[in-house]
DNA sequence: AGGTAAACCTGGACGC
DNA sequence: TGCGTCCAGGTTTACC
């Protein structure tokens, strides 16, 4: 489900629930996710006070004096504060209770993964979780730009889709940006990732930059399931200009969509908007 | 080293 | 209605 803004539209929605709160207790039903959670984690969290939660690439940490709880969502995760007592669904795989203030009840912070492609671990303080050392920069940070994309890129044959995609050269980016950013820029997915002029990488970078940073400010887009920590969804999927419309036109030129599997990934591109 | 494919897992959509 | 097949927002691993 989630790329970088739904994961950012995660972490703005738990704010205001989370920081500043005590976890009471910590309940594992499912640990084994895609990395099986440590079995120590509830223990390591009762009593610490949440600080924040900050974000790295696609993943989420709530920092706490003893360490951070490293959450990722996977394709199929989300993390929701409900009221305590509210009936378990199918997937609700962690429940994070946090104190109430004044006497009043407090919320749980829920984590539901049907496929089970998400991780929670743990981040020891004044350690980094070797998940997070080898990630490229963030994209709306200045360490990102179209010189960063054109000297990595050089020698590369991957097509330029796939490129963007890798998380070791720029974080956030997933199946739905790099198809809206490519777009935007005008340069085919299909194109070798070496042979891209700096110009062109320069007008790729700021698309990632506008199109994430527009899509946050929508809440994310909604596909499937995705819905933010209030329960709402995002609203970034009217304004997709090409990701799920194969075989629909073109809205710039009319020209039908193409729709071809690149590395992988479903891949919807304009052969005559993007060369 | 870099590129590609398979793997992890469940649910929903579609075709017969 | 039911069954088989394919697909899905991510990432790691194994193998050229």
Redesign the pocket.
């Known amino acids: 489900?989630?790329?970088?803004p739904?994961v950012e539209t995660t972490r703005r929605g738990l704010l205001p629930h989370v920081a500043g709160r005590r976890v009471c207790k910590m309940v594992l039903r499912r640990p084994?996710l895609?990395?099986p959670i440590p079995p120590e984690l509830p223990k390591l969290l009762r009593g610490q006070e949440i600080h924040g939660i900050t974000r790295r690439?696609?993943?989420l940490l709530m920092d706490s004096d003893r360490g951070s709880a490293l959450w990722?969502?996977?394709?199929?995760g989300s993390l929701r504060v409900l009221a305590a007592g509210t009936p378990l669904r199918?997937?609700d795989h962690v429940d994070v209770e946090l104190e109430g203030i004044d006497g009043k009840p407090g919320h749980v912070l829920r984590f539901n993964d049907?496929?089970?492609?998400g991780?929670l671990l743990w981040q020891p303080a004044g350690t980094v979780h070797?998940?997070l050392q080898?990630l490229g920069p963030e994209p709306l940070s200045d360490d990102f730009d179209g010189d960063h994309l054109f000297h990595?890129?050089r020698?590369?044959?991957?097509?330029v889709k796939?490129?963007l995609?890798?998380?070791?050269v720029v974080?956030?980016?997933?199946?739905?940006?790099?198809a809206e950013a490519l777009f935007a820029a005008g340069i085919a997915p299909t194109r070798?990732?070496?042979k891209v002029s700096l110009d062109r990488y320069r007008k790729l970078a700021d698309a990632v930059r506008v199109i994430l940073a527009h899509a946050i400010e929508r809440g994310?887009?909604?596909?499937?399931?995705?819905i933010s920590p209030d329960g709402l969804p995002?609203y970034f999927?009217q304004e997709l200009q090409v990701?799920?419309r194969g075989g629909e036109p073109c809205w710039t030129c009319g020209r039908r969509l193409r729709e071809e599997?690149?590395?992988?990934?479903?891949s919807v591109w304009c052969s005559r908007c993007q060369t």
């Open positions: 489900m989630p790329e970088l739904e084994d895609r990395l690439a696609k993943y990722h969502l996977g394709m199929s199918a997937h049907p496929r089970r492609f991780l070797p998940l080898s990595l890129s020698g590369r044959s991957a097509p796939a490129f995609m890798d998380q070791s974080v956030g980016v997933g199946n739905i940006y790099a070798e990732a070496g994310g887009t909604t596909l499937r399931d995705f995002g999927e990701y799920g599997r690149i590395g992988q990934r479903a």
